[in-house]
């Protein structure tokens, strides 16, 4: 079973090649931002509680989001394998997932982390903000505080996967193709 964590910055990535590694590999992709919007476009408890911290550009709560990942898992137990998009995104997330998983006898196969400068992330979220929509990605401010949040409390978390050996660095600035190719090199080595 496959089990990537696909690891980076907001705007550097991960919902695109996340879809595409899902189709290569067929796995189930597992996105935070996603489940996260839906439950907020359904006013659901958790979608409400939600949006109050990502319209902040802070990070959910992890009984919240722990809560919610383990039952999407469960949703899929004949599952060639998972990709987790956006999550974890602090050790103990990180934690938490490794004893939910291992309780499951899987475990994370590798960390992949997309390497992108942050001026770079700014205005990737800034022209996301224009073409979706998203309150979130409109504002510099908002954006800059996400990244902020990002290297303060989860960039931290690559050293947990670094020292099990599943953390593999990869280059997130070209064209799509090309950061496709490179991720699927780093997943088959």
Aim: net charge negative; charged share 25%.
């Amino acid at each position: 079973m496959l089990n990537i964590v696909l690891f980076g910055p907001p705007g550097a990535g991960k919902g695109t090649q996340a879809v595409r590694i899902k189709d290569h590999y067929s796995l189930v992709h597992l996105s935070t931002g996603d489940i996260f919007r839906h439950n907020i476009k359904n006013s659901t408890e958790l979608g409400v509680m939600a949006k109050s911290y990502m319209d902040k550009g802070e990070l959910v709560p992890d009984e919240v989001t722990i809560k919610m990942l383990e039952s999407e898992v469960l949703k899929h137990p004949n599952s060639s394998g998972f990709i987790f998009d956006g999550f974890p995104r602090t050790t103990t997330q990180a934690q938490t997932l490794d004893d939910f998983l291992h309780s499951k006898n899987i475990s994370i196969t590798k960390m992949i982390a997309l390497d992108v400068p942050d001026e770079e992330l700014i205005a990737r979220l800034l022209l996301r903000g224009k073409d979706s929509g998203r309150p979130d990605d409109q504002n510099r401010e908002v954006i800059a505080n996400r990244i902020k949040v990002y290297e303060a409390q989860t960039s931290i978390l690559a050293d947990y996967y670094r020292l099990q050996n599943k953390l593999v660095c990869v280059d997130g600035i070209g064209s799509v193709d090309e950061i496709t190719d490179r991720l699927y090199v780093a997943i088959d080595n």
